[in-house]
């Protein structure tokens, strides 16, 4: 197992601009997975990239995946007030699913 | 269920005394999380059940701590002789593992907020 490193570790913003949240880890990896928190209770599963891939969108959110670099991007488009969470990566290997979480990135959206 | 349950969602208890933190998996789910998370804080991996294998539990912060997990469904996080430190919010997880390279996508509940006065 091994956990994601987010950066910044917070980060403010208007509503309306993007958002863009990084994430390194360090042995190769299957998948990396983006999560939500909102309020400090459960977290959310956001999108989910495939080593072999190299981005992925769902809705506002745009994923990017750099094997070489080791990282990973978010980005949130259009941000909105609602989108004022926490936002952890999970990078998954071979070794097992033992699942760690980093810090996390704090995002404030401003109204 | 169509989610992780988790209870009590609140929970407040004198120093010393024992508690029971109680997680329902998703039917079906092979693995089974528990996180704490004090304020302000990440989370902190506690304990990892996988099928019938023996659980994984590195996380655990001392003995006081144990968990169990019944005929692979629900599990039990129990806290012996409770601390202050304790206080925090703890989060169940469950997983479908899909294979050693496949995706382990965690669905979690909405967690026990404990208070150790």
């Known amino acids: 197992s091994q956990q994601g490193e987010e950066d910044p570790q917070a980060l403010s913003i208007q509503e309306g601009e993007n958002a863009t949240m990084n994430c390194s880890y360090k042995t190769s990896i299957n998948n990396l997975q983006w999560y939500r928190q909102n309020s400090g209770r459960g977290l959310v599963h956001l999108i989910l990239i495939r080593s072999n891939e190299r981005e992925k969108h769902s809705g506002r959110l745009r994923v990017t995946l750099d094997t070489s670099k080791k990282s990973s991007s978010l980005l949130i488009t259009a941000s909105r007030a609602a989108d004022t969470a926490s936002y952890f990566c999970?990078?998954?290997?071979?070794?097992?699913?033992?699942?760690?979480f980093g810090a996390g990135t704090r995002l404030f959206v401003k109204a | 269920g169509a989610g992780v349950s988790q209870s009590p969602s609140n929970k407040v208890t004198e120093k010393g005394k024992d508690v029971e933190l109680r997680c329902d998996p998703i039917s079906g789910h092979t693995a089974l999380y528990w996180y704490r998370q004090s304020l302000g804080q990440g989370l902190e991996f506690l304990i990892y059940?996988?099928?019938?294998?023996?659980?994984?539990k590195s996380g655990l912060p001392s003995d006081r701590f144990s968990a169990e997990r019944t005929g692979g469904s629900v599990s039990t996080l129990t806290i012996q002789r409770t601390q202050q430190e304790d206080s925090a919010v703890y989060l169940c997880?469950?997983?479908?593992?899909?294979?050693?390279?496949?995706?382990?996508?965690?669905?979690f509940g909405a967690g026990s907020r404990l208070t150790v006065l």
């Open positions: 997880a469950s997983s479908l593992v899909s294979g050693p390279s496949g995706a382990n996508v965690l669905t």
């Open positions: 059940f996988q099928g019938n294998s023996a659980p994984d």
């Open positions: 999970v990078p998954s290997g071979a070794g097992g699913f033992k699942t760690i």
